[in-house]
């Protein structure tokens, strides 16, 4: 079903709006206030409902559920850029902005090229519903986590003078802005726990789904490998923290090596699917 010229308007619009929001976030790095200005909050409140708006008219715009790899990364975004954008009144998460909000602005425009198949009846199965929430909150959580992790790992060389920024400049007046490390390490721990549990929950709904529609539990193919890969990196990191007190670049790069496994795991498969072999 062709879009018609508004819902165009629309899309472009987000992109617009979360860009000029991070566009001014970074001008503000100039100043030595830490509080963006009053119109932020408004402005990025807008993008984000219009963007989910987009995702529900992508989702169900012939009367039936739609979906694949550009909704699923437009939805993940677009939680995630709720979630940084209400934390950012309650801590010093702003700095998030400059990395979730470009990638917010990209992957609104993504259904657009890539609107994804049509699930099927089966999909009108409430535990699907519940697996496909689940999903979307454990990713978007995740994906919190590994831009905190990135943010982390430019402090730390930043602190270690193993990098441009360590000499000044705006970058390095941004990343002394951020709280301490050990504080974002906190943070990011507690980014990591909230989203395993959401993964977990996702894994086992996932296996209540598959027996209910497909009669087996688990069907094993590369979004079932990869992310059990994604659960059983996140697990060990977990352990580790608590075992062996892991922490630094050893828990910087096993959040990392797990979230590419995640993002593998469903986005990778079907971009696959839907741009390279081009089958629905």
């Given at each position: 079903?062709?879009?018609?010229?508004?819902?165009?308007?629309?899309?472009?619009?987000?992109?617009?709006?979360?860009?000029?929001?991070?566009?001014?976030?970074?001008?503000?790095?100039?100043?030595?206030?830490a509080?963006?200005?009053?119109?932020?909050?408004?402005?990025?409140?807008?993008a984000?409902?219009?963007?989910?708006?987009?995702?529900?008219?992508?989702?169900?715009?012939?009367?039936?559920?739609?979906?694949?790899?550009?909704?699923?990364?437009?939805?993940?975004?677009?939680?995630?850029?709720?979630?940084?954008?209400?934390?950012?009144?309650?801590?010093?998460?702003?700095?998030?902005?400059?990395?979730?909000l470009?990638?917010?602005?990209?992957?609104?425009?993504?259904?657009?090229?890539?609107?994804?198949?049509?699930?099927?009846?089966?999909?009108?199965?409430?535990?699907?519903?519940?697996?496909?929430?689940?999903?979307?909150?454990?990713?978007?959580?995740?994906?919190?986590?590994?831009?905190?992790?990135?943010?982390?790992?430019?402090?730390?060389?930043?602190?270690h003078?193993?990098?441009?920024?360590?000499s000044?400049?705006?970058?390095?007046?941004?990343?002394?802005?951020?709280?301490?490390?050990?504080?974002?390490?906190?943070?990011?721990?507690?980014?990591?726990?909230?989203?395993?549990?959401?993964?977990?929950?996702?894994?086992?709904?996932?296996?209540?789904?598959?027996?209910?529609?497909?009669?087996?539990?688990?069907?094993?193919?590369?979004?079932?490998?990869?992310?059990?890969?994604?659960?059983?990196?996140?697990?060990?990191?977990?352990?580790?923290?608590?075992?062996?007190?892991?922490?630094?670049?050893?828990?910087?790069?096993?959040?990392?090596?797990?979230?590419?496994?995640?993002?593998?795991?469903?986005?990778?498969?079907?971009?696959?699917?839907?741009?390279?072999?081009?089958?629905?």
């Amino acid at each position: 079903m062709p879009l018609r010229s508004e819902w165009f308007v629309l899309y472009g619009a987000v992109a617009v709006l979360y860009l000029f929001v991070a566009w001014r976030e970074w001008l503000t790095l100039e100043t030595e206030s830490a509080r963006a200005p009053v119109w932020h909050g408004p402005v990025l409140a807008l993008a984000v409902g219009l963007h989910g708006v987009l995702l529900v008219h992508g989702a169900y715009e012939d009367g039936q559920l739609r979906f694949g790899f550009a909704l699923a990364l437009s939805a993940t975004l677009w939680l995630t850029a709720l979630i940084v954008w209400i934390e950012s009144f309650f801590s010093a998460s702003r700095g998030l902005f400059l990395l979730v909000l470009p990638l917010a602005a990209i992957t609104a425009l993504l259904p657009l090229a890539y609107p994804g198949a049509i699930l099927g009846q089966a999909t009108d199965a409430p535990m699907f519903r519940v697996h496909l929430l689940l999903a979307i909150l454990a990713y978007s959580l995740l994906t919190i986590a590994a831009m905190h992790a990135l943010l982390m790992a430019s402090m730390d060389r930043r602190l270690h003078g193993e990098t441009a920024s360590a000499s000044g400049g705006r970058l390095a007046h941004f990343l002394d802005r951020l709280p301490p490390l050990l504080a974002m390490e906190t943070v990011l721990f507690r980014l990591i726990g909230a989203g395993f549990v959401l993964l977990t929950a996702t894994l086992v709904s996932g296996i209540f789904f598959s027996e209910e529609i497909f009669g087996r539990a688990l069907r094993f193919d590369h979004k079932t490998v990869f992310t059990f890969a994604a659960w059983i990196i996140f697990a060990a990191l977990l352990v580790g923290r608590m075992v062996f007190g892991w922490r630094g670049r050893t828990a910087l790069r096993w959040t990392l090596t797990g979230f590419a496994m995640l993002m593998l795991a469903y986005v990778g498969s079907r971009f696959v699917i839907e741009v390279l072999l081009q089958r629905a």
